[in-house]
């Protein structure tokens, strides 16, 4: 477990250290928060949540608010891998009260995001519910770098789509569709978590605290708006991808019917000529053979050049 002291800086402290009536944040497991807040009100409820950590939310009580958080980690070196950057999502419940504030869950994880914090300086008046949103607000610092790169591989998609059928088209495209998919159900619960703090239906909220959460929901808001721009863009890549297998059949198509109208009539003199009846003067003619192999050979370039004129070929 670790503490924070939270002034005008935030400030790692030890458990013995923890100065009278200031505002503290526990960073800790579900066990440790299960020790220490023998009279926490609902506890239960608090405890019930952490065991199915999957969305986000945020439930308001008179003197409390609690909550869980499922963030997918967009890291800095993956903004560039697009169809590897979601492989990784951070959980944790969290547990609001006027002077302290229970981060619970993957602590190893939070650490980073919780020293990053610690290199801000915040205003005096500045409320755990303050300090949280600022908190939920670090998750979305790498989010719009990430849609900018996925926008791009699109862009590079769609440009091998114009010059032919790229091979593993799908292997690329369905991995990009999926994370859109989880993104865009992130956003949306980012949206009603905002929406429910700004309620302030028990009043721990002050009016600096509704405009962080307001702008928190106006960028949640922004990069769903984007998201279904991109999911957009995949389904029209996905629209010019059929389209482009199907030109590649009705060329392939066009080229057997070519090939086959081109051997038709040498098929029918094969026939005519197999039959041998007995008065075909053909039959013992000296040039016989290389008349119906010159014939032949006309048919062939005559065919050739007829459907080259009409851009069969």
């Given at each position: 477990m670790k503490l924070f002291c939270l002034d005008t800086l935030l400030r790692e402290v030890a458990e013995s250290d923890v100065p009278e009536n200031s505002k503290i944040v526990y960073l800790l497991d579900a066990a440790a928060f299960s020790k220490i807040a023998e009279g926490v009100p609902h506890k239960k409820k608090v405890l019930q949540d952490l065991s199915?950590?999957?969305?986000?939310?945020?439930?308001?009580?008179?003197?409390?608010?609690?909550?869980?958080?499922?963030?997918?980690?967009?890291?800095?070196?993956?903004?560039?891998?697009?169809?590897?950057?979601?492989?990784?999502?951070?959980?944790?419940?969290?547990?609001?009260?006027?002077?302290?504030?229970?981060?619970?869950?993957?602590?190893?994880?939070?650490?980073?995001?919780?020293?990053?914090?610690?290199?801000?300086?915040?205003?005096?008046?500045?409320?755990?519910?303050?300090?949280?949103?600022?908190?939920?607000?670090?998750?979305?610092?790498?989010?719009?770098?990430?849609?900018?790169?996925?926008?791009?591989?699109?862009?590079?998609?769609?440009?091998?789509?114009?010059?032919?059928?790229?091979?593993?088209?799908?292997?690329?495209?369905?991995?990009?569709?999926?994370?859109?998919?989880?993104?865009?159900?992130?956003?949306?619960?980012?949206?009603?978590?905002?929406?429910?703090?700004?309620?302030?239906?028990?009043?721990m909220l002050t009016e600096e605290d509704l405009l962080s959460y307001g702008y928190l929901c106006d960028r949640a808001t922004r990069l769903a708006g984007r998201v279904d721009y991109l999911r957009e863009y995949v389904l029209q890549l996905r629209e010019t991808y059929r389209e482009s297998l199907d030109e590649r059949q009705n060329k392939n198509t066009t080229l057997l019917a070519v090939v086959s109208a081109v051997f038709l009539p040498l098929s029918l003199l094969a026939g005519w000529y197999g039959m041998n009846f007995r008065n075909m003067p053909e039959l013992n003619s000296e040039y016989g053979y290389p008349i119906v192999f010159v014939l032949s050979l006309a048919i062939v370039i005559i065919e050739i050049v007829f459907f080259k004129k009409h851009h069969l070929l």
């Open positions: 199915v950590v999957q969305y986000c939310k945020a439930e308001l009580y008179g003197s409390c608010i609690l909550g869980m958080i499922e963030v997918p980690l967009i890291k800095t070196e993956n903004c560039d891998a697009p169809q590897k950057a979601l492989t990784e999502r951070l959980h944790f419940g969290f547990f609001i009260e006027k002077n302290a504030l229970f981060l619970i869950g993957e602590t190893e994880k939070l650490l980073p995001y919780m020293h990053r914090m610690k290199e801000n300086r915040f205003s005096a008046s500045l409320t755990l519910p303050g300090f949280f949103c600022m908190l939920f607000n670090s998750f979305f610092e790498n989010d719009a770098a990430y849609l900018q790169n996925l926008e791009n591989k699109l862009a590079a998609i769609e440009d091998s789509l114009t010059e032919d059928v790229p091979k593993g088209f799908r292997k690329q495209i369905f991995p990009l569709r999926k994370n859109l998919m989880h993104l865009d159900a992130y956003y949306d619960e980012c949206i009603a978590l905002c929406a429910a703090m700004r309620a302030n239906t028990n009043g």
